[in-house]
């Protein structure tokens, strides 16, 4: 009888371990990884200037150009000829787009009040200059001509470098990121609705791999 009680006491110790388990890898995701992604701090720049400077873009020519991002960085890691400008405009839009939780916010592009608009700037800006860069280099200049043909008619077809916002005017650079801050966030609803349904779908998500694991020990 003593015997036969040992496996009982055992499995039901053992099924609070993945709950337990479960809120602990929210809570960490929560107090760890939210604020180091978000970069949450009281301004939005760190206000160094010891990089390369980055010239301003229009919210015209943001909108234009988030869309060629992807093959504009693909392009330049491609690339073989490559000096110590281009390697730091490269890395810099690339950190930078991270700040911006890689262009997932809902309006961090066309949303002149997103806390995210004005990393999203940031990071795009320097994609054009990478691009722009680009066309000096043998390797790559074939490309990069291709590409700012194709941004220059479709800007000028829809008059978009007119269209301009309160971030047109900033410059940037590469010692400088820039981060939204958490107030911002809190302020506005969009973003602040879609990093907590992704908070919700990660733990749902985890809820699922431990009921899943859960149910295939049992088996």
């Known amino acids: ?34 604020p180091t992604v978000l970069a949450a701090h009281s301004s939005g720049s760190s206000g160094s200037q010891a990089g390369i400077p980055i010239p301003s873009l229009t919210h015209g020519e943001m909108a234009v150009i988030a869309p060629y991002y ?6 330049g890691q491609a690339a073989s000829d490559t000096d110590e400008t ?17 262009g997932m916010m809902p309006g961090s592009v066309s949303d ?9 700037h940031a990071y795009l ?11 000096t280099m043998d390797g790559e200049k074939a ?8 941004i220059d008619e479709t800007l000028v077809r829809n ?24 107030a911002g966030i809190l302020g506005h609803a969009k973003s602040l609705t879609s990093i907590l349904s992704i908070l919700v779908m990660i733990v749902g998500g985890l809820w699922l791999a431990v009921r899943a694991l859960r149910v295939s ?3």
């Open 1 to 34: 009888m003593t015997r036969s009680s040992h496996p009982a006491h055992r499995s039901v110790r053992g099924k609070g371990r993945p709950a337990n388990g479960l809120w602990y890898a929210a809570i960490c995701f929560v107090l760890f990884i939210w």
């Open 70 to 75: 992807r093959r504009i960085v693909a392009i």
């Open 86 to 102: 281009f390697r730091r405009l490269l890395n810099f839009t690339q950190i930078q787009r991270a700040y911006c939780l890689w």
């Open 112 to 120: 002149e009040e997103s806390p995210f608009n004005e990393c999203s």
């Open 125 to 135: 800006a320097a994609a054009k200059a990478v691009l722009l860069h680009m066309r």
């Open 143 to 150: 490309q990069a001509g291709e590409l700012v043909s194709d």
């Open 159 to 182: 008059n978009l470098s007119l269209i301009l916002c309160q971030f047109s005017s900033e410059s940037f650079n590469t010692g400088d990121l820039i981060k939204p801050t958490l």
């Open 217 to 219: 020990r049992s088996l």
